[in-house]
């Protein structure tokens, strides 16, 4: 199938979080179901950054959430540190909770806007910590040196409310909350879509500065490839609930083979130069995920597509290096 198959899965000993035919899907009545997420197979090594991008709606916020188990997936494997997520009873996931953490879109409405900022920073330790093991961390001292740690001035912030910082200081104080419980995975999901390009860059510096600090192993989501290209190790590339393209950075961005790839690439402002502008113009309209397309998901869009693409999912293979695709007939350029 497009964008199926576990080729891309690799045998290493550092492997933190592999995913196997993770399926998703959301009845939405009247027998209908919205196929959010296909069949999608992909793993996160030990200190690694997968970015994983594509347009809105792609199914990448749902992928991000099945792997956390919030909320588990239909079908599929996750298993982190050779642990399977999804059969774990409630009482053991909450045990593994605090390691894998979460950070949103928008900062300011996803803190509390009642508490005030040093509340918000130690509150994942009311809710999630081990007394005894948390006990040093719920020092005055110890969340105010995590919010300098995050770029923040605990005596000018520390007793505001969200409302009251602006929305990169409001990304610093979630990233700080993030990290509060000591998390060994960190899934981002858009953390600097809804921030002025200015703002995005300092963010995503800190998110870096933390990542090296804590040892930490991220899961990087945004629709912006730019942001994508410049954060991560690895990309994956979704469309429509499957698999494109996949790999280490340097093969995605720089030998794009699959259509769709190109197409995003070529779109973004200062498009590289193995692309051309031209790529960025797409057929037709994205498909509905309630009914998606037979054969290949994107040929309906496809300036490459033939018949065969119209009948024949193409499954997830090796092309390079380290690069993955899911296409009959990608572009292989030297
Ligand atoms: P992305 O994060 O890439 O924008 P999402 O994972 O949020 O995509 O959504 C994937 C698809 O699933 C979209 O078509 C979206 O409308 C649909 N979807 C997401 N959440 C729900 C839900 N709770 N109920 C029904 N459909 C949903
Ligand atoms: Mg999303």
Known sequence: ????????????????????????????????????????????????????????????????????????????S?????????????EEMRRLRPALQIIFQDPVSSLNPRRKIRSIVSEPLR???DKQRTAGRRSPDNVDRLLE?????????GERRPSELSGGQCQRVSIARALMLDPDVIVCDEPV?????????????????????YGLTLLFISHDLSVVRNISDRVLVMYLGKVCEMGNGD???????????????????????????????????????????AGCRF??????????????EPAVRPIGDDHYIACHFPILKE
């Not at 740690?149 to 912030?157: F, I, K, M, N």
């Not at 921030?195 to 600090?213: C, F, H, P, T």
Request: glycine share 8%; charged share 25%.
């Open 251 to 293: 093969a995605v961005f720089e030998k794009p083979a699959h259509p769709y790839t190109r197409a995003l690439l070529a779109a973004i402002p200062d498009p590289a130069p193995c692309v051309d502008v031209s790529e960025a113009d797409l057929k037709g309209e994205l498909p509905s995920p309630i009914d998606p397309p």
């Open 127 to 129: 809710v999630w910590g």
């Open 299 to 312: 040929h309906t869009r496809c300036p490459q597509a033939q018949e065969r693409c119209r009948v024949e």
């Open 78 to 90: 996750v298993s982190y540190r050779g642990r399977e997520l999804t059969t774990l009873k409630a």
């Open 193 to 213: 879509s809804a921030l002025d390009v200015s703002v995005q860059a300092q963010i995503l510096n800190l998110l870096e500065d933390m990542k090296e600090r």
């Open 149 to 157: 740690s995050v770029g923040l001035d605990p005596d000018a912030t």
């Open 1 to 76: 199938m497009a964008g199926s198959g576990t080729a891309q899965l690799r045998d290493a000993e550092d492997i933190v979080l592999r995913i196997e035919n993770l399926v998703v899907e959301y009845p939405i009545g009247r027998g209908r179901v919205v196929h959010a997420v296909s069949d999608v197979s992909f793993d996160v090594r030990e200190g690694e950054t997968l970015g994983i991008v594509g347009e809105s709606g792609c199914g990448k916020s749902t992928t991000a959430r099945a792997v956390i188990q919030l909320p588990p997936p239909n079908e599929g």
